[in-house]
């Protein structure tokens, strides 16, 4: 069985400060998938990033960036200088390689929100 | 981009109701997939199709029911709805079918209330 645990379930910061959403997986196989998507207050779930097992390079992309540990089972990701527009539901997800036949499994989501 | 719509955004509805959401995309991916948001965000997976005439059930039994007759048309069915259908759906598809790091694109969803 696969789980995937957000913790945080709300973090409320001040524009311009970092902050990190954590997520920890669970998971049998030794290849997998993990993304995060965003959902802002329109509702649409929007793809952040996804990446393998196999692949522990962590990812800057702007002001986010994702720290892959498989030693300690955590995908989490920083925002770097936050802005309002941040403010949204993050989710974290885990997709298993042995059965791609199944849909991604999603965290229980991180509310972010960033006051001015 | 994908692109993938669903209405109705919102439908207020009294118990007993048959009810259809639909969901369209416009891409040719053959996976696609139902998930229900709970008020505590939580997402869960209740229905997929990895293609025309095929439809299974997710992680979460729900008594909807899907069809899948077209490659874009993927819509879902409460044939009495009930307050505790009341959710937020969500319709997604993936362009890719193998190994699973498919990425979804998801719609704006369907916020139904059942009165």
């Known amino acids: 069985a696969q789980k995937v645990t957000q913790a945080q379930t709300e973090i409320s910061v001040v524009e311009k400060e970092d902050v990190t959403l954590d997520c920890v997986y669970e998971?049998?196989?030794?290849?997998?998938?993990l993304f995060w998507y965003k959902q802002p207050p329109s509702g649409e779930l929007v793809f952040l990033i996804r990446?393998?097992?196999?692949?522990?390079q962590n990812e800057i992309s702007g002001r986010y960036s994702w720290n892959f540990q498989k030693s300690t089972s955590s995908f989490n990701f920083t925002i770097t200088a936050s802005q309002v527009v941040d403010s949204a539901v993050y989710f974290c997800?885990?997709?298993?390689?042995?059965?791609?036949?199944?849909?991604?499994?999603f965290g229980s989501g991180t509310r972010l929100q960033v006051q001015p | 981009e994908a692109d993938i719509y669903q209405t109705p955004r919102y439908l207020v509805i009294g118990t007993g109701k048959k009810i259809t959401l639909e969901c369209s995309q416009t891409?040719?991916?053959?996976?696609m997939y139902w998930y229900q948001q709970d008020p505590g965000m939580e997402l869960h997976l209740i229905h997929y199709?990895?293609?025309?005439?095929?439809?299974e059930k997710g992680d979460l039994s729900s008594e909807s029911t899907v069809s899948r007759i077209r490659t874009e048309h993927f819509p879902l069915t409460l044939e009495s709805a009930r307050p505790s259908h009341t959710s937020q759906y969500l319709c997604?598809?993936?362009?890719?079918?193998?190994?699973?790091?498919?990425?979804?694109?998801f719609g704006s969803g369907t916020q139904l209330s059942v009165l």
């Open positions: 891409m040719g991916h053959d996976k």
């Open positions: 997800a885990l997709s298993e390689f042995y059965t791609g036949r199944r849909a991604l499994t």
């Open positions: 199709s990895y293609g025309v005439n095929s439809t």
């Open positions: 998971t049998r196989d030794t290849t997998y998938y």
């Open positions: 990446r393998n097992s196999f692949d522990e």
């Open positions: 997604a598809s993936s362009e890719e079918t193998t190994g699973g790091r498919e990425k979804l694109f």
